[in-house]
Structures are given as C-alpha cells and as structure tokens.
C-alpha cells in the first residue's frame, strides 16, 4: 500500500473530528444539548414522583394499558392516596396537554421518535 | 390385618401435608394480593352479562337508528364511504339473515320486514377468541368477550371465526371518516380488529351501555343473566326469545323477543 502512514494519520484525524462532540460532552461531564420538557400543569404532584416518572413513565403505562383493558381495574392510587383514572387522553395528557414540548422533546432526543400510542389515542388540543 | 410402619408413614405424611398445604392456601386466599389500585366504587358489576332485544318495539319503530348512532357517536366509529371498509358495532340486518335456521312462516306480521339489530352476541363459547393467536380477544370472567387493540395483528381469525359478522377490520385510517371525535374514548388505526365491547368501560364507570341509554322504547335491556331478579331474567322468563343460530353451539347472548 502506498502512502500507508499519511491514509492512516488521515483517517485518525478524520474519526477524532467526527466524534469530537462525544469527547468533548465526556470530557465537560455534560451535555451540550438537553432536552427541556415543559411543564405547564397546575398539579403540584404527578400520580407519581417525578424521578419515577422520568425513568419508568413507559412501564406505568403498560402496566395502566393491561389493568385498564385486560383486567378491569380502572382506578390507581398515587403514593399520597390520591386516585386517578388510568386514562392516557383523560389524566396524562389533561395535564401535559402540550404533547410537543412536554413528550416529543424527550422522544426526538433520545431519537424514540413518535410512540403509536397517538394513532388511537386522542391529543386533546388536537381534536376538532 | 394391622397397619404396618411403612403405611402409617405414608397415611400421617399426606394428612400433616394436606393440613399444611390447605392452610396455606387458605392464608393465601384471604389475603388480597398487594396492589396500589383500588375497586372503582359505582361501577356495575356483573356475573353473566347479557342483552335482550324487544323486537315487538323495534318493529313499532321501523326506522329508528337511535341505539347505532349513540355507538357510532361514543366509540368513534368511522363511516365510510365504501362499504367494504364498513366498521360496524351494532347494525340492521335482514331477519333471513339474522336468523337463517329459524321456522317463520307464521311469526308476528311484519316482523320478517323489520330489519333486526344485531352486534356481537358475547357469546358463552366464543370462536373468535378461540383462534385469535395473540389473546387479543378474551372473554371477561362477567361474560364480556373483549377486544385489546393493543395486542391485535390483524390477522382476522376471528373475523373468519365469528358466526354472525360481527367483527370489522380497519383497512383504512378510521380517524378522518370520524364526523365528531368523542375525546374520552379512543379511535382505532388501521390494521386492528374491533367489535362491540358491551361497553364495557361505560359499565367501569356505573353507565348503563350507550345503545340502551339512547332507546327510549326501552328495545334494549342490559343485565345480569345470574340475577333472578333483574329485568332480563324477568323479561326471559315472561316471553318466547330466539338466539342467533343456536345451532352452532357458541352459545350467544343476546336474546330477542318475538
């Protein structure tokens, strides 16, 4: 192979340039770009806590989807003994009704797109 | 004869087992399973729900359309164009075809003219959920054969299976066939399977279903089969009701008054 040396420095090059935005997000210890949900409800509390929610928001929903449809049981209990309707559309989005900036600004994030969960759910600001 | 070592080990073994095994089981039972979630506290709750339909007052109202458009209005039903693409819950059909094997040369005048409402009959040995792969179709411990869209390939077993037709399948996006989204209740997307669920999140919240709510001749009465003494026995037990063909076995439901 000629030229071996420099095609290789090149290519060192090439890859340190093209993956300089993760050392550099490694290297600060934080993200350039974070995604900034809005909240604009006036709840003070979720059905439950926020940690939970951010990390696990997908399991409640399973688990609302298959007591709700499967099982019957309609009502969940928050941790401070509130009840709640497990509805997406009726208590989910009654709150976080800004579906743009509250769940698309995580989900194009983190790049999981749009969930199907609005083929058949209604976005309430979204009806006619 | 006397009983020896190895039998008496045998006999007090399986007793002790079965004294232990009992009051485990019976601990077990009375606790309740932990669960954050609590018994909705109005909600109607039914051993064998069934439906009985007074055709005598359906053919008094020959065109009446009440209990299809309170369906239609609260599930979101779309309303195609086409009607191979027809989504239908509760619908008309033809007496002949609504009742192929019954004897009707001298039954009430008029009725074999009335067009009889029909949907899904819940029935007590369902072929649809029997062949539906996914479970996306159950029966309910209350009689209530369910639909989850959320499980549905589409495949359409069930709507090969089903006797009666009454199961649609969504070749096309229901949501801009749909006149007025009722927003506490979701549309369905193209690719699933839907049915008349007796509706069974209306029941969840104390409601009677929307198609006997809307019927002011009171057509349609819903209730609990193993009730003695609610108005379907009492209706059952006063009139002659036919099924929709019995003959198949699956046992439907929904029973008519002639």
Not at chain 1, 77 to 103: D, I, Q, V
Not at chain 2, 169 to 185: A, L
């Amino acid at each position: 192979m000629y030229d071996a040396g420099k095609i290789i420095v090149g290519l060192i090059i090439f890859l340190v340039l093209i993956t300089s935005p993760v050392w550099y997000n490694m290297a600060s210890g934080k993200s350039e770009v974070v995604p900034q949900p809005k909240i604009i409800t006036a709840e003070k509390e979720c059905v439950m806590g926020t940690e939970y929610m951010r990390e696990k928001h997908m399991d409640l929903l399973n688990e609302w989807r298959d007591k709700a449809v499967r099982e019957g049981e309609r009502i969940h209990a928050a941790p401070n003994g509130r009840k709640f309707n497990m509805s997406l559309t009726g208590t989910c989005l009654n709150c976080h009704s800004n579906k743009t900036e509250f769940c698309d600004a995580c989900h194009n994030y983190s790049a999981v797109g749009q969930p199907y969960c609005w083929d058949c759910h209604n976005i309430p600001e979204e009806i006619k | 004869m006397g009983i020896d070592r190895r039998k008496f080990l045998t006999i007090a073994g399986l007793t002790a087992a079965s004294v232990i095994g009992r009051k485990a089981l019976g601990d077990s039972l009375s606790v309740a399973p932990e669960s954050n979630l609590l018994p909705e506290e109005n909600r109607l709750i039914g051993h064998r729900w069934a439906m009985v339909v007074d055709l005598r007052k359906c053919k008094e109202q020959h065109n009446c359309t009440k209990c299809i458009d309170a369906c239609n209005a609260v599930h979101n039903i779309p309303q195609f164009d086409n009607p191979k693409d027809e989504v239908k819950w509760i619908w008309k059909e033809h007496f002949k075809e609504a009742f192929p094997n019954q004897e009707k040369e001298y039954i009430l005048e008029g009725l074999l003219e009335t067009p009889i409402t029909v949907m899904c009959n819940h029935c007590d040995n369902p072929p649809c959920v029997r062949v539906c792969p996914t479970q996306a179709t159950w029966k309910r411990e209350d009689g209530i054969v369910m639909m989850d869209m959320h499980r549905c390939i589409g495949c359409r077993y069930c709507v090969a299976a089903c006797p009666y037709g009454s199961r649609s399948f969504n070749w096309r996006d229901p949501r801009p066939f749909i006149k007025e989204i009722n927003k506490d209740y979701p549309t369905r997307t193209r690719g699933v399977v839907e049915k008349c669920n007796f509706c069974a999140e209306r029941l969840a919240r104390g409601q009677m279903p929307a198609c006997v709510e809307a019927c002011e001749e009171k057509a349609l009465i819903f209730g609990d089969l193993e009730d003695p003494d609610s108005e379907v026995r009492a209706l059952l037990r006063e009139n002659f009701a036919i099924r929709r063909k019995p003959n198949l076995g699956t046992n439907p439901e929904v029973y008519y008054i002639v």
